[in-house]
C-alpha cells in the first residue's frame, strides 16, 4: 500500500488549502481513512476520519472549517481546510489501516 500526500504549502490565516492523498495498492472503497497531524515537539494528532460509506467526524479543534472527503474512482482522500489559524501549523498525514502517507506540510502564517 502506498499513500502519496500533498497540497500542503505557505497560507496567510484565514485562507485555505486543500490536501489529496492518492492511493495505490489497496481496495480503497472498502476501507476508512483519516487525516493525522503532527505540530512541532507535539504528539501526531488525529483530525478527520471517512468511512467507507462516506460519514465523518472531526475533531473538535477543526469542526466547521475542515473538510474531508473521498473520490473512490480516482483513490484520493481530501482535506479541504478553511479559516485557516496559525495552530493548525503541521505536518499532515493520511491514513488507511495501518499505512501512512508521507505528510505534506501546512503552514499558516499569522
Known amino acids: 500500500v502506498q499513500l502519496q500526500a500533498s497540497g500542503g504549502g505557505l497560507v496567510q490565516a484565514g485562507g485555505s488549502l486543500r490536501l489529496a492523498c492518492k492511493a495505490s495498492g489497496t481496495n480503497f472503497r472498502l476501507h476508512g481513512m483519516g487525516w493525522f497531524r503532527q505540530a512541532p515537539g507535539n504528539q501526531r494528532e488525529w483530525v478527520a476520519t471517512i468511512t467507507s460509506g462516506g460519514a465523518t467526524t472531526y475533531a473538535d479543534s477543526v469542526r466547521g472549517r475542515f473538510t474531508i472527503s473521498r473520490d473512490n474512482i480516482k483513490r484520493t482522500l481530501y482535506l479541504q481546510m478553511d479559516k485557516l489559524k496559525p495552530e493548525d501549523t503541521a505536518v499532515y498525514y493520511c491514513?488507511?489501516?495501518?499505512?501512512w502517507g508521507q505528510g505534506t506540510l501546512v503552514t499558516v502564517s499569522s
Open positions: 491514513n488507511v489501516q495501518s499505512y
